[in-house]
C-alpha cells in the first residue's frame, strides 16, 4: 500500500509539473523569447502563430548570411564553389538558403512532435504507468530532453570543432581564401543543424527507453490497448517525419546532379535509418505488451495452481475453474505480442517509398528515356 501510494504521489507530481509547463526545451524557450520580441516590435498584445514565427525566423536568417557575406566580399569564394559542382552560384546561394529554412522547419516541427509526446505522457500514459522505476526513466528523459544548457553545449562544441575541418575543406575545393562571412554562415547553420540533431538523439533515446517500461494494458489482449495505438501512432509519425526529410534531402542533392553516379544505391542507403526506427520502435512497444501478457499469463496460472494444489478434482466446480483459466490462458497467450496493425504496416511501406519517389522525380529524364522505344 505504501509502494502504491509513493507511485501515485510521484506520479501526481510529475503530471503537476508537465501541466505548469516546467518543464522546456532549448527551442521552447527561443521560440517564447523570439515571440516576446517580435510582439514588442510590433505593439501586439495577442499571441503570434507559430507558423508565423517560422516563416519569418526562416526569412531573417538569408539577410542576416548575406549581409556577413557581402561584408566580408566572399561572394567569389561562393561563387568558386558552385562552379567546382558543376552549378551556378545562383544555384548554390539557393541551396544554402533551402538548407537554412530546412533546418529552422524541421527543429521547430521535431520540437512540436515532443510536445506531442509529453502532452501524451501527461494525459494518458503517466496514470497507466505501473512502476516508479518507469516514472523515474520518464521524468529523466524530460530533464534531459529540456536541458537546454546541455542541448546549448551540444550545439555549441560540435558547430566549433567541426569548423576549421569545414573551411579548410572549402578552401581546399575552391583553392583559395574564405573570409568571415562563409564562416559566419557557415557556422550559423551548423548551430541549427545540430540543435535538430540533439532533439532527434532525445526521440530516439525515448524509444529506445520504452523497452524497460511498466504500463497497465488491457489484460485480456494488451496489444489492443489504447495507449498502444497512441503511442504506436506518435512513433510512426516520427518514422513518416524522417522519410520526409530524407526525401527532401535526395531531391535536393539529385537536383544538384550528385546522385547520378551513385542512383539507386544511395536510395537504398538512405532507406537504412528509416528501416531501423521503425524496427526499434516497434520492438520497444513489443517488449510492454509481451511484459502485460506475462503478467496476465503469470497470474492467471497462479490461481490455477492454487486450485490443482487443493486437489480437489472430484469437486465438478473445481475443474470447472480450471477449464476456465486454462481457457482465458490460452486466448491470452494467442494474442499478439506487438502494437502492428495495417494501418502501421501501411504507413512504414509508404515512409520507404518517399526516398525511391523523390530519386525518381530528381531523375524524370532518366526515368522517362527507360520507356523510349529504342531504334
Known amino acids: 500500500m505504501a509502494t502504491d501510494t509513493a507511485l501515485i504521489e510521484k506520479r501526481e507530481e510529475l503530471k503537476r509539473r508537465l501541466v505548469a509547463g516546467e518543464y522546456k526545451t532549448l527551442v521552447d524557450i527561443f521560440l517564447e523569447w523570439f515571440e516576446r520580441l517580435l510582439r514588442k516590435i510590433t505593439c501586439r498584445s495577442e499571441l503570434l502563430p507559430l507558423w508565423l514565427i517560422t516563416v519569418i525566423l526562416c526569412v ?24 567546382s559542382f558543376g552549378l551556378g552560384y545562383q544555384i548554390g546561394l539557393l541551396i544554402i538558403i533551402m538548407n537554412g529554412s530546412l533546418f529552422i ?21 503517466l496514470d497507466a504507468t505501473e512502476s516508479e522505476t518507469s516514472l523515474k526513466e520518464a521524468e529523466d528523459w524530460l530533464k534531459k530532453t529540456c536541458d537546454w544548457r546541455l542541448h546549448l553545449l551540444v550545439t555549441l562544441i560540435p558547430s566549433i570543432l567541426m569548423g576549421p575541418y569545414q573551411f579548410s575543406l572549402t578552401r581546399t575545393l575552391i583553392g583559395m ?44 489482449d494488451p496489444g489492443s490497448s489504447e495507449i498502444m495505438s497512441r503511442l504506436s501512432s506518435e512513433l510512426g509519425f516520427f518514422v513518416y517525419y524522417i522519410a520526409v526529410l530524407i526525401a527532401i534531402l535526395i531531391l535536393v542533392i539529385t537536383a544538384a546532379g550528385f546522385l547520378s ?23 520497444s512497444l ?15 496460472q497462479a490461481k490455477i495452481e492454487k486450485l490443482r494444489a487443493s486437489k480437489n478434482f472430484g469437486n465438478q466446480e473445481t475443474m470447472d475453474a480450471i477449464k476456465r483459466l486454462m481457457d482465458y490462458h490460452d486466448r491470452v497467450k494467442a494474442t499478439r505480442d506487438s502494437a502492428l496493425d495495417f494501418r502501421t504496416y501501411l504507413s512504414f511501406i509508404n515512409s520507404l517509398l518517399l526516398p525511391l519517389l523523390a530519386f525518381l522525380i530528381g531523375n524524370l529524364d532518366l526515368v522517362l528515356s527507360l520507356f523510349k522505344k529504342q531504334p
Open 60 to 83: 531573417m536568417l538569408q539577410p542576416i548570411s548575406f549581409a556577413g557575406i557581402y561584408m566580408a566580399g566572399d561572394w567569389g569564394a561562393y561563387r568558386k564553389l558552385g562552379e
Open 105 to 125: 522547419i524541421t527543429a521547430i516541427i521535431i520540437n512540436q512532435y515532443i510536445s506531442r509526446l509529453t502532452v501524451l505522457w501527461r494525459d494518458k500514459i
Open 261 to 283: 553516379s551513385l542512383g539507386i544505391i544511395l536510395v537504398l542507403l538512405f532507406g537504412l535509418p528509416i528501416i531501423a526506427l521503425f524496427i526499434l520502435n516497434q520492438t
Open 286 to 300: 513489443s517488449s510492454i505488451v509481451r511484459r502485460a501478457k506475462w503478467k496476465t499469463l503469470n497470474e492467471a
Open 177 to 220: 581564401p574564405i573570409g568571415y562571412g562563409v564562416i559566419f554562415s557557415t557556422f550559423i547553420l551548423n548551430l541549427i543543424a545540430w540543435s535538430f540533431i540533439y532533439q532527434l538523439l532525445m526521440v530516439i533515446r525515448l524509444s529506445v527507453k520504452l523497452r524497460s517500461y511498466d504500463i497497465k494494458l488491457f489484460a485480456a
